[in-house]
């Protein structure tokens, strides 16, 4: 069976092969001759870098894993106006970081093809928010294509590189968690050869093309983009993904895009009401194109917009009847059609086609009680810190080292990662709403339980930073972040806390890998995106340079060291960095870089006290019957940290 690295550069057109949507994604830029692509790990994007990655070394384009992705959508804007076709990948939260160069960039355009794909993540599955990137094309004044399916997403990259030249413009493709991760038949088309020459000329149809401060001047330049727009509404009534299914007679019709566009027609099947209900599939959700969709609402009585996210679509759609057909009766998220929230799937559809041509929707007996047995079968569980996962001694550190040094009520603010998870309070513990006036202090007895705040990547220090500011004085300050949010985010915090005479310690959990992700590499790993050695950065290094007086490096599986220099860094009257450095457990083990030890549980010396089991370790076990502890040892890896918890000695290591 052919592997996937050599699939993915095959140059064998209308050959079928399974592909993830991301991957279908890289597909289609390969095919339409990408010169370079710079992203930044991020659930559910990732894979499209880590395809394009494979590809490059053999097809002699660029690929990288930036620093954040505004570093990335820089370098991808900056092969552009040189003329080569570009990629960016990114989350939906990673789009709020090039935020300021997307909406600037638009006032000059791209002379190479510039394709930015952003993965919406609805029901926030890998994500701290469900939002809808759409609305981020519509502001920047950009099309925005859709795809329903793996094929679609192959197709509209491709294409989308056409489109943005033709344009002058970056074309956005929004992807969902539903596209991106789940995989389809995907027919191969031919891989395109381009020179890529780079060239460059600061006039280029424009005074002062790339500088949008050079005359004519900002203002000027945004009339040009607007100018755009007339060929951008021509362009999106031409795309071959919007297609109108329409008949004599019909006079209910639904309107959907993406997958809910797929969900839709499913949902069609399952009512039976195929031949009933007009049909327009949206593949550009924004601008939508004025001609098709006046054409269906002249003839209808009522429309369902089936889309998801936010109802962007539905919007412009009431913009357009209120010109066109103003009697026509529009249904969605705004009217309550469909959930207002979360993801949508073929049943929620069902249930508002159901309303829309007054069918009854009837239970799925034979389904509900599948699910009512299976339920019975599986034990409910969440996500676990991985069995001797560094983090877990950076936390039992941190607990000890806040209990020992006091103060009424810690703040421990936190950051994304693997370690965001110190915030989901998995400790079976079910707390209500409080209306205290005072600081509240909860015991921390598990590591799932020391987050207090967590948003955004970068975000806890500069939390943290405001809080001592602002004089908060119940207790110690504290900000989490790991090796790769670091780089991402945090050196200009670091900076600002030097500057402006901040206090509090700052816990870098270094792992020297993006691990919540899928173990990318990063600055402190020493390797590129696509294996070529490169550079070690230093943390620590980069501390002292931000100009950080108190630095301490210590080993997490060390209990007694790192407790201590927590200790310390809490007693400090100046800003503290310490920094946990172990390399993740799963990477080590990968690379058969990790001596594991064998871990020996003694029962008769258990007390049942349960301090191993509030470590957080998936390994340990605890018998309710009994009262005793255990170790799996399947899942156990060797780390030896239960032991150095173990006050009993009912632990041992062995080698």
């Known amino acids: 069976m052919a592997k996937l690295d050599d699939i993915i550069i095959e140059d064998t057109p209308g050959k079928r092969v399974l592909l993830m949507g991301n991957q279908a994604i890289a597909r289609g830029a390969i095919e339409a001759g990408l010169g370079l692509a710079a992203a930044y790990p991020g659930t559910p994007s990732s894979e499209i870098m880590e395809t394009l990655a494979t590809a490059s070394p053999k097809l002699g384009f660029h690929t990288e894993w930036s620093t954040n992705e505004k570093v990335a959508f820089e370098v991808a804007a900056g092969g552009a106006i040189a003329g080569v076709r570009s990629l960016t990948s990114m989350k939906n939260a990673g789009l709020n970081w090039v935020m300021d160069m997307f909406m600037t960039l638009v006032y000059g355009g791209v002379r190479g093809g510039y394709v930015i794909v952003v993965a919406d993540d609805p029901d926030a599955h890998y994500s701290s928010n469900e939002q809808d990137t759409r609305f981020a094309a519509a502001y920047a004044a950009i099309p925005c294509l859709e795809p329903a399916n793996a094929q679609e997403a192959k197709e509209m990259c491709k294409y989308a590189f056409d489109l943005s030249e033709r344009l002058e413009l970056p074309v956005f493709i929004r992807s969902v968690t539903r596209i991106s991760h789940a995989s389809g038949d995907v027919e191969l088309g031919k891989i395109e050869k381009r020179e890529n020459k780079p060239v460059f000329d600061k006039h280029w149809k424009m005074g002062w093309r790339w500088n949008v401060y050079g005359p004519p001047g900002a203002v000027e330049k945004h009339r040009w983009l607007h100018e755009q727009q007339a060929k951008i509404k021509q362009e999106m009534e031409n795309i071959p993904w919007n297609k109108l299914e329409l008949k004599p007679k019909q006079t209910l019709g639904i309107i959907a895009s993406g997958i809910g566009a797929s969900y839709a027609k499913d949902a069609l099947k399952k009512l039976g009401v195929e031949e009933k209900v007009a049909f327009l599939k949206l593949g550009t959700p924004t601008p939508v194109p004025e001609k098709i969709v006046g054409k269906m609402l002249k003839s209808m009585k009522k429309i369902l917009i089936v889309e998801e996210g936010e109802p962007i679509i539905e919007m412009q759609v009431n913009a357009i009847a209120k010109n066109v057909a103003p009697e026509v009766k529009i249904l969605g998220k705004q009217t309550g059609a469909l959930p207002a929230i ?276 998936p390994a340990i076990t605890f018998d309710t019957k009994t009262k005793k502890a255990g170790i799996d040892p399947i899942l156990c890896v060797g780390c030896g940290i239960c032991a150095d918890v173990c006050p009993f000695g009912a632990i041992k290591v062995e080698t």
């Not at 901040?502 to 696509?530: E, R, W, Y």
């Open 342 to 617: 979360g993801e949508i799937n073929i049943d929620i559809a069902a249930q508002g086609i159901a309303k829309l041509t007054g069918k009854t929707l009837l239970p799925d007996e034979a389904r509900e009680k599948t699910r009512t047995g299976v339920k019975k079968l599986i034990s409910p569980r969440s996500s676990t810190l991985c069995a001797g996962c560094p983090h877990l001694g950076s936390y039992w550190a941190l607990k000890q080292a806040l209990r020992k040094v006091g103060g009424k009520v810690p703040i421990v603010n936190g950051d994304i990662g693997c370690y965001e998870q110190g915030g989901y309070g998995l400790s079976g513990k079910e707390y209500k709403p409080s209306f205290a006036t005072e600081s509240v202090r909860y015991p921390i007895e598990a590591p799932y339980e020391t987050l207090d705040t967590n948003y955004i990547m970068g975000g806890g220090i500069g939390l943290m930073q405001g809080q001592y500011h602002a004089k908060y004085n119940d207790g110690p300050l504290v900000a989490v972040a790991g090796d790769s949010t670091f780089f991402h985010a945090c050196i200009p915090a670091v900076i600002n806390a030097v500057y402006n005479k901040s206090k509090g310690l700052f816990l870098v959990m270094d792992n020297f890998i993006t691990a919540m992700t899928g173990h990318q590499p990063d600055p402190c790993t020493g390797k590129t995106v696509t294996g070529e050695d490169t550079k070690v950065l230093n943390i620590e290094d980069v501390a002292k340079a931000c100009g950080v007086e108190f630095i301490k490096t210590v080993d997490p599986f060390d209990l007694k060291a790192t407790q201590q220099a927590i200790e310390e860094a809490l007693k400090s009257d100046k800003f503290a960095v310490v920094i946990t450095s172990r390399v993740c457990t799963l990477q080590a083990q990968r690379m058969k870089q990790y001596a594991a030890k064998r871990m020996v549980f003694n029962k008769d010396v258990c007390t049942g006290c349960r301090l191993c089991v509030a470590l957080g370790c």
